[in-house]
């Protein structure tokens, strides 16, 4: 079987749209999805109405759980507020619904899933290294917890004998006996210097998760927050995957 995994849709509907059109065509049959569906983008009804059509497992990010009222607004910088305000008037009652039936972890096919860390799934918090997955470890039973949240792919491995390590790889196999902590990234805000979407594959029968990069009609989503009145920062930074 092929898994496609992904994070962060934040309400990109072109960038959504790209990453599962080439996971599809990679294979994929099932897919997770690490929170974030809403927030900062333009279009958070169609993406909500894209992931239900899915066979998709997710769990909630923070800008979900902010749309809610569940993580207070204060939490959240000004031009994240701005967006979240202008996200929930544009839910209707049936998608908030959904938001609300994401949990804040699952575990499929072997995986552990969640926002931020295991280790405190609703404060979302950032693992931004080899020795903040490290200490994450201890909190899932699952070989592999994925994570999103950053906003920036991140492969953390620790196999018999410690200790973790970061890996710089696009393509790497889960060996057993091994615990690793992924970052899928983000699908509709990378921050991580590249501007294309960012999914990742995984192939059950030889082990193997490849990172993706897919590019999208960026300017096209950059036209639609303008005339939505979105905050201009986060239309720019789209362009430059910052
Ligand atoms: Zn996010």
Redesign the pocket.
């Given at each position: 079987m092929k898994l496609g995994i992904f994070s962060?849709v934040?309400s990109n509907l072109e960038a959504l749209n790209a990453v599962l059109g080439r996971l599809e065509e990679l294979g994929a049959t099932e897919y997770l999805c690490c929170g974030?569906i809403v927030?900062y983008g333009p279009d958070p009804a169609a993406c909500i109405r894209r992931m239900r059509q899915l066979p998709l497992t997710a769990v909630a990010?923070n800008?979900d759980s902010g749309v809610l009222g569940l993580t207070p607004i204060s939490f959240f910088n000004a031009v994240a507020r701005e967006a979240i305000h202008r996200t929930i008037g544009r839910l209707v009652e049936d998608e908030i619904g959904y938001l609300r039936s994401l949990p804040l972890t699952a575990e499929r096919a072997g995986f552990r899933l969640v926002h931020g860390s295991p280790s405190a799934p609703g404060e979302w918090r950032y693992v931004l290294s080899a020795r903040a997955a490290e200490e994450e470890l201890a909190y899932f039973s699952e070989a592999t917890c994925i994570i999103?949240?950053s906003?920036r792919p991140l492969v953390v491995r620790r196999g018999p004998g410690g200790p973790a390590r970061a890996m710089r790889r696009q393509e790497f196999d889960l060996e057993p006996g091994t615990k690793y902590v992924v970052n899928a990234g983000?699908v509709g805000q990378p921050r991580d210097g590249d501007a294309r979407a960012c999914c990742l594959l995984f192939d059950s029968d030889t082990g193997a998760m490849t990172f993706h990069r897919v590019s999208y009609d960026v300017g096209a989503v950059q036209r639609k927050m303008r005339a939505a009145g979105l905050p201009e920062f986060l239309a720019a930074r789209l362009a430059d995957g910052r």
């Open positions: 962060d934040h974030d927030g990010g800008h999103g949240h906003h983000s």
